[in-house]
């Protein structure tokens, strides 16, 4: 059995719980908002249309700030076809996903619903194919408290309290050649130091979000941070980051390690902007905005003809569901963001309803939580305080894809008078035995400890088995004299709190 042995040590702070971390994303795409959140003939609909089962799951999901409305959706859409009368918005093609919207759902309407559940929303604006003005107008729209022409709009439209939105995304992936619109570097650098110095202008605490790559698969990763920060360095707050992981050809090892492929990212793109900085003889530090993150089939998705020629309003697409090995992978993930709060300030999970998300839903039926849920709520639910460095003793073995990876992983936080402890078991056979000598934090008492593991690594949580996968109480787990002791199941994903 491996055996690994971890030291806290409260004075090691790392930064504090961001709790933007738990931010998540919902985009026009698919039916993440149609069907997802909003569904008037639903029995549980509210009287806005928006479904009460789905608005509870989001609240128990703990996210905090909800990026919107896209994605690649962003580049097609123009903000003034989702205000005002529904009767009078127009019907319109979205070329990113080849669908038809019918603006039912619009800025008004979903900030009610963030404010709903209790989350910050987080606005994109569409810099791909539209200016710098129609940028100033959302953003009058949105947030001047009145006396304007397009804040007196917002109050004729019934919505009579600015909604004060801080970040925003100048635009969404402009490397990538699907968005409708994708630039050069340099173009996009331009456009955004652009946009970001109007935006300013308007409000100086804005808090802007400049495109980083795709992916760090990219061609031009790097390059691209870099030309785009020498334009925009100035006016931005954030550079993003998006990352997506799954199973390659059954790799299971290296796609349990995958929260080290997003350590290095971080580790790059942190390195790029200093670089940027350190030449502008800036004082100034850009943070990441880790915007969109997940497990995703992305390779079967790309292979799949799930939409056809024909143009439909919410079809079903990127409905993945996900195992446990993907709930442990995304629970892993989330302890690295948490691990990277020094520079990795904001962070959205994508999606959150039906759409590569841990909320699913059939349209008149159930809400359920995936797997994935799992992890997210109790992380977002017991994450407190200050982030510390860990000492971690613990064996290793070799992936194919990201190179010696350690068996065992964990992040822990200090509140003033509690402790949280994340874990996750990489092996996949053997169960793991941990011992975390937690004495600096003064913890005397085990208050909770939950595991996610099952002998099936693939199962999972469907329509017909809503609760195959739940979190399980750990009996294994001691304190004694300071010294925590825990068997971590193959493949699993375990929280603890202490008091
Ligand atoms: O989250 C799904 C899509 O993934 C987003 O629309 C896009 O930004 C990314 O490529």
Same mark, same amino acid.
């Given at each position: 059995?491996?055996?690994?042995?971890?030291?806290?040590?409260?004075?090691?702070?790392? #930064?504090?719980?961001?709790?933007?971390?738990?931010?998540?994303?919902?985009?026009?795409?698919?039916?993440?908002?149609?069907?997802?959140?909003?569904?008037?003939?639903?029995?549980?609909? $509210?009287?806005?249309?928006?479904?009460?089962?789905?608005?509870?799951?989001?609240?128990?999901?703990? &996210?905090?700030? +909800?990026?919107?409305?896209?994605?690649?959706?962003?580049?097609?859409?123009?903000?003034?076809? &989702?205000?005002?009368?529904?009767?009078?918005?127009?019907? %319109?093609?979205?070329?990113?996903?080849?669908?038809?919207?019918?603006? /039912?759902?619009?800025?008004?309407?979903?900030?009610?619903?963030?404010?709903?559940?209790?989350?910050?929303?987080?606005?994109?604006?569409?810099?791909?194919?539209?200016?710098?003005?129609?940028?100033?107008?959302?953003?009058?729209?949105?947030?001047?408290?009145?006396?304007?022409?397009?804040?007196?709009?917002?109050?004729?439209?019934?919505?009579?309290?600015?909604? $004060? !939105?801080?970040?925003?995304?100048?635009?969404?992936?402009?490397?990538?050649?699907?968005?409708?619109?994708?630039?050069?570097?340099?173009?996009?650098?331009?456009?955004?130091?652009?946009?970001?110095?109007?935006?300013?202008?308007?409000?100086? *605490?804005?808090?802007?979000?400049?495109?980083?790559?795709?992916?760090?698969?990219?061609?031009?990763?790097?390059?691209?941070? %870099?030309?785009?920060?020498?334009?925009? =360095?100035?006016?931005?707050?954030?550079?993003?980051?998006?990352?997506?992981?799954?199973?390659?050809?059954?790799?299971?090892?290296?796609?349990?390690?995958?929260?080290?492929?997003?350590?290095?990212?971080?580790?790059? !793109?942190?390195?790029?902007?200093?670089? !940027?900085?350190?030449?502008?003889?800036?004082?100034?530090?850009?943070? +990441?905005?880790?915007?969109?993150?997940?497990?995703?089939?992305?390779?079967?998705? /790309?292979? &799949?003809?799930?939409?056809?020629?024909?143009?439909?309003?919410?079809?079903?697409?990127?409905?993945?569901? =996900?195992?446990?090995?993907?709930?442990?992978?995304?629970?892993?993930?989330?302890?690295?963001?948490?691990?990277?709060?020094?520079?990795?300030?904001?962070?959205?999970?994508?999606?959150?309803?039906?759409?590569?998300?841990?909320?699913?839903?059939?349209?008149?039926?159930?809400?359920?939580?995936?797997?994935?849920?799992?992890?997210?709520?109790?992380?977002?639910?017991?994450?407190?305080?200050?982030?510390?460095?860990?000492?971690?003793?613990?064996?290793?073995?070799?992936?194919?894809?990201?190179?010696? #990876?350690?068996?065992? *992983?964990?992040?822990?936080?200090?509140?003033?008078?509690?402790?949280?402890?994340?874990?996750?078991?990489?092996?996949?056979?053997?169960?793991?035995?941990?011992?975390?000598?937690? %004495?600096?934090?003064?913890?005397? %008492?085990?208050?909770?400890?939950?595991?996610? &593991?099952?002998? *099936?690594? =693939?199962?999972?949580?469907?329509?017909?088995? /809503?609760?195959?996968?739940?979190?399980?109480?750990? #009996?294994?787990?001691?304190?004694?004299?300071?010294?925590?002791?825990?068997?971590?199941?193959?493949?699993?994903?375990?929280?603890?709190?202490?008091?």
């Amino acid at each position: 059995m491996p055996r690994a042995h971890i030291v806290l040590d409260k004075q090691a702070v790392i #930064a504090p719980v961001r709790r933007r971390t738990f931010g998540s994303f919902v985009e026009h795409l698919g039916r993440c908002v149609y069907t997802g959140i909003y569904e008037p003939e639903h029995p549980s609909a $509210n009287k806005d249309g928006f479904r009460m089962d789905v608005v509870d799951l989001v609240r128990e999901l703990g &996210s905090t700030t +909800i990026r919107y409305p896209g994605g690649n959706f962003v580049s097609g859409f123009r903000w003034e076809d &989702s205000v005002g009368p529904r009767e009078n918005r127009p019907v %319109r093609r979205d070329l990113a996903w080849h669908s038809l919207e019918s603006n /039912q759902v619009g800025l008004d309407e979903f900030a009610a619903w963030c404010r709903l559940t209790g989350s910050e929303l987080m606005l994109a604006v569409n810099v791909a194919t539209r200016g710098i003005l129609p940028a100033l107008d959302l953003l009058e729209y949105a947030n001047h408290p009145s006396g304007t022409a397009l804040s007196d709009l917002r109050i004729a439209n019934g919505t009579p309290h600015p909604h $004060n !939105v801080r970040m925003w995304c100048l635009g969404n992936e402009m490397d990538g050649p699907w968005q409708t619109g994708f630039m050069t570097a340099e173009d996009y650098g331009k456009t955004a130091a652009r946009t970001a110095a109007a935006m300013k202008a308007a409000d100086k *605490d804005l808090e802007l979000v400049v495109c980083g790559s795709s992916g760090s698969g990219m061609p031009t990763f790097g390059d691209w941070e %870099r030309t785009v920060l020498e334009h925009s =360095y100035d006016h931005v707050d954030y550079i993003s980051c998006h990352a997506y992981y799954q199973e390659h050809d059954g790799d299971l090892g290296s796609f349990l390690a995958s929260a080290l492929d997003m350590d290095y990212f971080i580790d790059t !793109v942190v390195a790029t902007a200093d670089h !940027v900085g350190y030449k502008k003889r800036s004082a100034k530090k850009i943070d +990441i905005s880790f915007d969109e993150w997940n497990v995703w089939y992305l390779k079967e998705h /790309q292979e &799949s003809h799930e939409v056809d020629d024909r143009w439909r309003h919410a079809p079903r697409q990127l409905e993945d569901v =996900y195992s446990v090995a993907d709930a442990v992978v995304v629970g892993n993930l989330l302890m690295t963001l948490l691990n990277r709060g020094d520079r990795v300030t904001s962070a959205s999970l994508a999606q959150l309803v039906n759409v590569i998300a841990p909320i699913m839903t059939e349209p008149g039926g159930p809400a359920w939580r995936q797997t994935t849920f799992h992890p997210f709520s109790i992380t977002s639910r017991l994450a407190a305080g200050e982030v510390i460095r860990p000492v971690i003793d613990s064996p290793t073995y070799e992936t194919a894809r990201h190179g010696q #990876a350690a068996v065992i *992983d964990v992040t822990a936080t200090v509140d003033a008078d509690r402790a949280a402890v994340f874990l996750v078991n990489r092996d996949t056979a053997q169960p793991a035995h941990v011992t975390v000598d937690v %004495r600096s934090l003064g913890s005397t %008492r085990v208050l909770e400890t939950l595991t996610l &593991s099952d002998p *099936d690594v =693939y199962a999972k949580n469907t329509l017909t088995d /809503q609760t195959r996968v739940v979190p399980h109480t750990n #009996a294994t787990t001691t304190l004694t004299d300071g010294v925590l002791t825990i068997e971590l199941p193959p493949v699993s994903w375990s929280a603890l709190a202490l008091g």
